[in-house]
């Protein structure tokens, strides 16, 4: 699966935005995909991740309450909903799709796409 991520941008604190990953190739439906974002100078971080239906999905406790991950199938396409964003979110965010061990781990993942920078100022 091959993806791109975008709707990045520059916001105020407090607002909210969503991202979108759009995915090629026809297992895109039945795979877990996930998000991570990588803040200048620091590791790429989870951000949560979705399974292929949509019923799990997990964020991280940096993120939890805020953030909501869903998926569309039909487009393709698995989305991140970011409420209140604070300017540690500042980062760039990236998706990929799962493969194997820790779902919070990047290197449990392959097929990362571009990222879309998101940056909150206060």
């Known amino acids: 699966v091959q993806l791109q991520a975008s709707g990045g941008g520059l916001v105020q604190a407090g607002d909210s935005l969503t991202l979108s990953c759009v995915g090629s190739?026809?297992?895109?439906?039945?795979?877990?995909m996930g998000w991570f974002r990588q803040a200048p100078g620091k590791e790429r971080e989870f951000v949560g991740y979705?399974?292929?239906?949509?019923?799990?999905?997990t964020v991280a406790d940096s993120v939890k309450e805020r953030f909501v991950i869903s998926r569309d199938n039909a487009k393709n396409t698995m989305y991140l909903q970011m409420n209140s964003l604070k300017p540690d979110d500042t980062a760039v965010y990236f998706c990929?799709?799962?493969?194997?061990?820790?779902?919070?781990?990047?290197?449990?993942?392959?097929?990362w796409g571009q990222g879309t920078l998101v940056t909150v100022s206060s």
């Open positions: 979705i399974n292929w239906s949509g019923r799990i999905r």
């Open positions: 190739g026809r297992t895109f439906s039945t795979a877990v």
């Open positions: 990929a799709t799962y493969s194997s061990g820790s779902y919070s781990t990047p290197g449990a993942y392959v097929g």
